[in-house]
């Protein structure tokens, strides 16, 4: 399972489809803004829900095995114990990556993932890691481009 940063960077710097399984189409949920900002940052995504015909103006699938092109990682907005089959299905059309999201830990299913070549991923956001690794803090209102311990001038009285 990859949970260094080395290896988190590595994944999201080299893989650039992304398959969104659970995708919602309501602006105010995780996966939505999830996706946009992966959106806004040069990622091509593919949502995966059968309950739309399209989110964020991206074409939407039932399900992994009915896209028609090459997904680099799966991005799991499941419950944990609704991601084996999508992890065979990751196997089957030949992603690179199964990455569990925040508070879903399949470890079988990572397990079988990386049985068959896959990276495996477990409770973490690609948004988060992507925001904390490549600098897009500045998302949530955090990244002022300045470290410091210092109190800015402006501040003081």
């Known amino acids: 399972m990859i949970d260094d940063i080395p290896g988190l960077r590595r994944i999201l710097k080299t893989n650039k489809v992304i398959a969104v399984v659970g995708l919602s189409g309501d602006w105010f949920r995780p996966s939505y803004f999830a996706a946009k900002y992966l959106l806004e940052h040069g990622y091509t995504v593919i949502p995966v829900n059968p309950r739309y015909e399209a989110i964020l103006a991206q074409k939407c699938?039932?399900?992994?095995?009915?896209i028609p092109v090459k997904v680099d990682i799966v991005d799991c907005f499941r419950r944990t114990e609704d991601i084996m089959p999508i992890?065979?299905?990751?196997i089957a059309i030949g992603a690179k990556v199964l990455w569990q999201q925040l508070g879903v830990k399949n470890a079988d299913a990572a397990g079988k993932a990386e049985a068959a070549g896959l990276d495996a991923v477990m409770d973490r956001c690609v948004k988060i890691e992507h925001a904390r690794l490549f600098g897009g803090l500045n998302w949530c209102g955090v990244n002022t481009r300045v470290i410091s311990a210092k109190r800015p001038q402006w501040l003081s009285y």
């Open 61 to 66: 699938y039932k399900s992994l095995r009915d």
């Open 87 to 90: 992890a065979e299905d990751a």
